[in-house]
T-cell receptor
Framework: DSGVTQTPKHLITATGQRVTLRCSPRSGDLSVYWYQQSLDQGLQFLIQYYNGEERAKGNILERFSAQQFPDLHSELNLSSLELGDSALYFC????????????FGPGTRLTVL | DAKTTQPTSMDCAEGRAANLPCNHSTISGNEYVYWYRQIHSQGPQYIIHGLKNNETNEMASLIITEDRKSSTLILPHATLRDTAVYYCIVRRQGGSEKLVFGKGMKLTVNP
């Protein structure tokens, strides 16, 4: 158990819909990262927040957005969903920005029908 | 971040040492070698990292060649629970904080 929690564990929805994935980092961790893992693209970095501020952006679509709240939990919002958005979405956390290890949550499996 | 090359897959007998190779011939002087693993769709798990000296922790050992162009992750006594996809990642310590995962290598530990 990494100490990072993600909800929901599974999510099934239809094309065109909007969903929100939630992540609670380990106690005290200020950095939160979001990754997407699909069969064809592998594990890809989406976005990072540090203490409420966006820190780095990766291959995140414009239909996707994220934020980190004052209590440090983070949400990833996915809108206008397409079949290709079906994937595992992982959240990871670390104490700061200059830290070696990222602690990953169990992931949310999103299925878009 | 530099690119890494790993075999697609490898088998190992339970109880034997598993030696997982990684090539990173374009590694820069300030880049570290990190290893993560992912057990069957669970979240990736950090294993170990190093710069140029060999490193050991409770999970594994990391051997980095003198020219730093390749490394080997050693699981000294592989168990069935070590069956996973192992990712070798090169990145600056703390910098460019994202992790860039390649395809990784599937290690299967057989009874």
């Amino acid at each position: 158990d990494s100490g990072v929690t993600q909800t929901p564990k599974h999510l099934i929805t239809a094309t065109g819909q909007r969903v929100t994935l939630r992540c609670s980092p380990r106690s005290g961790d200020l950095s939160v990262y979001w990754y997407q893992q699909s069969l064809d693209q592998g594990l890809q970095f989406l976005i990072q927040y540090y203490n409420g501020e966006e820190r780095a952006k990766g291959n995140i679509l414009e239909r996707f957005s994220a934020q980190q709240f004052p209590d440090l939990h983070s949400e990833l919002n996915l809108s206008s969903l397409e079949l290709g958005d079906s994937a595992l979405y992982f959240c990871a956390s670390s104490p700061g920005t200059n830290y070696n290890e990222q602690f990953f949550g169990p992931g949310t499996r999103l299925t878009v029908l | 971040d530099a690119k890494t090359t790993q075999p697609t897959s490898m088998d190992c007998a339970e109880g034997r040492a598993a030696n997982l190779p990684c090539n990173h011939s374009t590694i820069s002087g300030n880049e570290y070698v990190y290893w993560y693993r992912q057990i069957h769709s669970q979240g990736p798990q950090y294993i170990i990292h190093g710069l140029k000296n060999n490193e050991t922790n409770e999970m594994a050992s990391l051997i980095i060649t003198e020219d730093r162009k390749s490394s080997t992750l050693i699981l000294p006594h592989a168990t069935l629970r070590d069956t996973a996809v192992y990712y070798c990642i090169v990145r600056r310590q703390g910098g460019s904080e994202k992790l860039v995962f390649g395809k990784g290598m599937k290690l299967t530990v057989n009874p």
